[in-house]
């Protein structure tokens, strides 16, 4: 793990650095969801399967929302204190978020079980579907149950790439992505589980990527995670949430986008006709749908991989009162990302 002087070395180095390992993960985080759809899409459970998925999948969207409110906060929180020269409120910004994560992540899973029917209404499931509902059903429960592993994972992510070691946070997500791709296979066809071997897989991924993040807090190069850190601090949980609100934000947007998509689908896909004159129905519809949403967050998670790549140095210089650095690295991601997207 090669350190790098965020306030001296070259930012196009630096952006680089941090970049190109972000995009990488946030790629390989979006396959997660596409190979579920592939491989779901293969199975006996086809259509009804992908539809399936597309109703659980604001749920996880919510998930990860929460895990980036509180993982992107800590992380560039842990910057500009670092920036700043405290070393005590730097690592109190990610032992916090370690903790609030824990809860969070522990809560979430447990309201999954408790309003599981409800939650499953909400983003767009009809009983009346009985196949698909089914499907809905057990592939809920099992992700639900890895929202821990998947949402601690996902926010200890930014702070090991804060912590100057981008290139191990994307071999955290990558072995969890390659784990999921070897498992979907065997538990959805070898075991036949369909639908919930998918959810397995996906879940074991996730497991694997929690353990690697978990292993990188005994050997951080600038902070330890310790009783005193994990102590929750009043000004630092507040900073945590203030800084991280804007991704919750983010997170969801799409959540309500897609929570009204799949409704609509769901109510109205009975009144669309295929070419023979019989009704699409609400699965198709919501399987369509779903696999184009989760092929467009390949594109995003381009452009956001570019700019969370730039966070630690921008949160770095800005601690350190550097704010010639500060402007040179938003001027180079804004034009990294409009060559990207154009």
Same mark, same amino acid.
């Given at each position: 793990?090669k350190n790098y &002087?965020l306030?001296? *070395?070259?930012?196009? /180095?630096?952006? /680089?650095?941090?970049s190109v390992p972000?995009?990488? +993960?946030?790629?390989v985080?979006?396959?997660?969801n596409?190979? &579920?759809?592939?491989?779901?899409?293969?199975? *006996?459970a #086809?259509?009804?399967?992908?539809?399936a $998925?597309?109703?659980?999948y604001?749920?996880t969207?919510l998930a990860?929302?929460?895990?980036l409110?509180v993982?992107d906060g800590?992380a560039?929180?842990f910057s500009l204190?670092? @920036?700043?020269k405290?070393?005590? /409120?730097?690592?109190?910004?990610?032992?916090n978020?370690f903790?609030?994560?824990?809860?969070?992540?522990v809560?979430?899973?447990?309201m999954?079980?408790?309003?599981?029917s409800?939650?499953?209404?909400l983003?767009g499931a009809?009983?009346?579907? *009985?196949?698909?509902?089914?499907?809905?059903n =057990?592939?809920?429960?099992v992700i639900?149950a890895g929202?821990p592993?998947?949402m601690?994972? =996902?926010g200890?992510?930014a +702070?090991i790439?804060?912590d100057? !070691?981008p290139?191990y946070?994307?071999s955290?997500t990558?072995?969890g992505a390659?784990?999921?791709i070897?498992? &979907?296979?065997?538990f959805?066809?070898?075991?036949?589980?369909g639908?919930?071997?998918?959810a397995?897989?996906?879940?074991?991924?996730?497991a694997?990527?929690?353990a690697m993040s978990?292993?990188?807090?005994?050997?951080?190069?600038n902070f330890?995670?310790?009783?005193? !850190?994990?102590?929750? =601090?009043a000004s630092i949980?507040?900073r945590?949430?203030?800084i991280?609100?804007?991704?919750?934000?983010? =997170?969801?947007?799409?959540v309500?986008?897609i %929570?009204v998509?799949?409704n609509l689908l769901?109510k109205? @896909?009975?009144?669309?006709?295929a070419? $023979?004159?019989?009704?699409?129905? %609400?699965?198709?519809p919501l399987?369509?749908?779903g696999?184009v949403?989760?092929?467009?967050?390949?594109?995003? !998670?381009?452009?956001? #991989?570019? +700019?969370l @790549?730039?966070q630690?140095i921008?949160?770095?210089?800005? #601690?350190a009162g550097?704010?010639e650095r500060?402007?040179e690295t938003?001027?180079?991601?804004t034009?990294?990302?409009?060559?990207? #997207? +154009?």
């Amino acid at each position: 793990m090669k350190n790098y &002087d965020l306030g001296t *070395e070259k930012i196009g /180095r630096l952006v /680089r650095h941090f970049s190109v390992p972000c995009v990488i +993960s946030m790629l390989v985080a979006a396959l997660y969801n596409i190979v &579920d759809q592939i491989f779901i899409g293969w199975s *006996e459970a #086809g259509a009804f399967g992908n539809a399936a $998925t597309n109703i659980v999948y604001p749920f996880t969207v919510l998930a990860l929302g929460l895990s980036l409110l509180v993982g992107d906060g800590a992380a560039a929180n842990f910057s500009l204190e670092s @920036g700043r020269k405290n070393k005590e /409120r730097a690592e109190k910004s990610v032992g916090n978020g370690f903790f609030i994560l824990v809860v969070l992540s522990v809560l979430l899973c447990l309201m999954g079980f408790i309003f599981k029917s409800q939650i499953l209404k909400l983003f767009g499931a009809n009983p009346a579907e *009985e196949l698909c509902y089914k499907f809905a059903n =057990q592939y809920f429960s099992v992700i639900c149950a890895g929202f821990p592993f998947y949402m601690i994972g =996902q926010g200890m992510n930014a +702070s090991i790439r804060a912590d100057g !070691s981008p290139k191990y946070a994307m071999s955290c997500t990558l072995a969890g992505a390659i784990a999921n791709i070897i498992l &979907d296979p065997i538990f959805i066809f070898a075991f036949k589980m369909g639908v919930k071997g998918a959810a397995i897989a996906t879940v074991i991924g996730q497991a694997l990527t929690f353990a690697m993040s978990i292993a990188y807090l005994f050997r951080a190069k600038n902070f330890k995670i310790n009783k005193k !850190s994990v102590r929750l =601090q009043a000004s630092i949980f507040s900073r945590i949430i203030s800084i991280g609100m804007a991704s919750l934000i983010v =997170q969801l947007s799409i959540v309500i986008i897609i %929570a009204v998509n799949n409704n609509l689908l769901s109510k109205y @896909g009975y009144e669309t006709f295929a070419s $023979t004159g019989v009704a699409f129905g %609400a699965v198709i519809p919501l399987a369509v749908v779903g696999i184009v949403m989760k092929v467009f967050g390949i594109v995003v !998670s381009i452009v956001i #991989g570019i +700019s969370l @790549g730039g966070q630690p140095i921008i949160g770095f210089n800005m #601690g350190a009162g550097n704010a010639e650095r500060v402007k040179e690295t938003v001027t180079t991601i804004t034009k990294i990302v409009l060559t990207v #997207g +154009s």
